[in-house]
Each structure stands twice: as C-alpha cells, then as structure tokens.
C-alpha cells in the first residue's frame, strides 16, 4: 500500500465512483491511526530546547512570540523537589516538583513569551536534563 495525496483521494471518492479495496487500504495508510505515536520530530514546530545541567540552577533563553506547552524532566541519581519559573529561583511554573531518582516528569506550562524571556530551574541535585517544547 502506498501513501497518497488528500487531492488524490479526493479524486476516487466522487459521487459514483466505487473505491477499490487497494483504494481505500492506500487511504487508511496515508493517516495517522489514534493508536499510533506520533514522534515529536514529526510535528512542525515542535523542537524542544533541550538544557542539561549540573549545578543547583539553570536557565534557557526562550524566543519572543513563543509558546512553551510543556517542560519533560530527567532526573539525576537523587530525588529532588524542583523549582520552574520565569525569575531566578522563581517557581511560577512548578514549584517543589517531586521527581524520583532518575525519574521523568512531563510538566504543562502552556505560557506565551511576547518578548524573549528565560525559563529558570532551581532546587536541583545533580545532572538534569530539561526539554522545553514550544511552538
């Protein structure tokens, strides 16, 4: 089976017409199925900024006319309660955020930057790793 264009299938669709069985399979393989994981590199726009640390703080520039939907953890060797905001030390997106030793946590921001502004991480141990989605 093969995947075809929308104005392709449009075309085999048209009053009177009567789909083949190879039709419609090359149809249901030109979509994505609700049961399928979409990679993020297949989303446009969706490019994490990905920070790695190794002290108690961090920080990431974020781009005017950004929208960060959502910050993924990756925790170090130790659990720690972490802090995200747009302020050093600020905790404005989360605040004590439990995550377990070398856990991951999917943080919901959803935040519009309308000038250029920074995300900050503070109260951590150890090595981090944050990816910040925006679009």
């Given at each position: ?14 009053t ?7 039709q ?15 990679p ?17 703080t961090?920080s ?14 990756e925790?170090?060797?130790?659990a720690?309660?972490?802090n ?36 900050h ?11 910040i989605?925006?679009?």
């Open positions: 089976m093969a995947k075809i264009s929308l104005a392709a299938i449009k075309a085999i669709f048209v009177g017409a009567k789909p083949t069985q190879a419609f399979y090359d149809m249901f393989d030109s979509y994505q199925h609700k049961d399928d994981t979409i993020s590199a297949s989303v446009a726009g969706l490019d994490p900024l990905i920070v790695a640390t190794s002290g108690s961090g990431q520039a974020v781009g005017a006319g950004k929208l960060v939907t959502h910050i993924v953890v925790g170090g060797a130790s720690q309660n972490i995200i905001g747009t302020a050093a030390a600020g905790n404005d997106f989360a605040d004590a955020e439990p995550i377990s030793a070398n856990g991951t946590a999917v943080i919901q921001i959803n935040h519009y930057f309308k000038t250029a502004g920074t995300v991480f503070s109260a951590l141990s150890g090595s981090n790793t944050f990816k989605y925006t679009r």
